[in-house]
């Protein structure tokens, strides 16, 4: 495990008035070292890899405005200047409240209806923006991602989505990142959404859709189960979420898996490991989801 260096504790004592013993944290491909400090009460301090200050102050900022309707998100400690960040050797640097959940059990059926519940209220939330990000999912990996996955009608159907006019009532709040590891839970209920890097404010289906595949795939990955998918999409509607147009759905889950594809095979040869079983699933969704519709 990665040992907190000694400056940084002291810089977080001086800012925050926050001591305590460091324990790193796993954290998988996560865009950040997590350490979990057991002050009083205890914290989670996150050093951002990919992300410069002013990102993560946007980020931390979005993630504050909606803790203020939504007890769920887990807002950001402000130091003694009121900051919600600050740099440390060149990275950005933020301080949580540490929740006591488990990531939630992608089995439960209760649950999954909960996080549904969940995104629809934060997809509606009553919490301005100061601008509107970019909405459509980036074009870094779009040309790697159809020359490994050609498909003509899915490059059609996209460009011709990408274009078209967005209604109001179809643009709010993304958490960006909305699947089981960002989601605590305790005591059979959701307790903290966290990991709040790609907030976004913009066009809500896309979210929606990948939620929907995050919360509705095989087990193996390799394909939706539509009896899932529809329970999720029922709960989110139920709640108030909306949904534009369902056809719309496979085609964003479609092309953010072939752009996922590409872009794993991009950051391994930066040395990161594939899942050869991971990536083989994503190859064999790409292609039974062609076959079925929601």
Not at 36 to 57: F, M, N
Not at 156 to 165: E, G, I, N, Q, T
Not at 239 to 262: F, H, K, M, N, T
């Amino acid at each position: 495990m990665d040992a907190l260096p000694e400056g940084l504790l002291r810089a977080v004592a001086d800012r925050y008035g926050v001591r305590g013993r460091a324990r790193s944290i796993a954290a998988g491909v996560s865009g950040s070292s997590l350490w979990r400090l057991d002050s009083d009460p205890p914290v989670l301090l996150r050093i951002a890899r990919h992300y410069g200050l002013d990102h993560v102050h946007r980020a931390c900022t979005a993630a504050d405005r909606l803790a203020r309707v939504l007890p769920e998100v887990v807002s950001p400690l402000r130091d003694s200047e009121q900051a919600m960040a600050f740099e440390w050797a060149g990275r950005p640097v933020t301080l949580w409240p540490f929740v006591d959940g488990a990531e939630l059990d992608r089995r439960d059926p209760d649950l999954i209806k909960e996080a549904a519940r969940l995104l629809a209220r934060l997809h509606r939330a009553p919490v301005a923006a100061d601008v509107s990000d970019p909405d459509i999912p980036g074009e870094d990996n779009a040309e790697a991602a159809a020359a490994l996955l050609p498909d003509s009608g899915l490059d059609d159907w996209f460009r011709h989505w990408r274009d078209a006019p967005v209604a109001d009532a179809s643009v709010g709040w993304s958490h960006g990142d909305f699947f089981w590891r960002n989601l605590l839970c305790r005591d059979g209920s959701i307790v903290g959404l966290i990991d709040w890097d790609d907030v976004r404010f913009g066009r809500v289906i896309i979210e929606l859709a990948w939620s929907t595949w995050e919360f509705g795939k095989s087990d193996r990955g390799d394909a939706l189960r539509l009896d899932r998918a529809t329970e999720f999409l029922s709960a989110y509607r139920q709640s108030g979420g909306q949904v534009d147009s369902s056809a719309d759905l496979i085609p964003i889950i479609r092309e953010r898996l072939r752009r996922d594809i590409a872009f794993f095979r991009r950051i391994a040869r930066l040395g990161h490991r594939i899942d050869p079983a991971d990536e083989r699933a994503k190859f064999d969704a790409f292609e039974s989801l062609a076959r079925i519709s929601l």
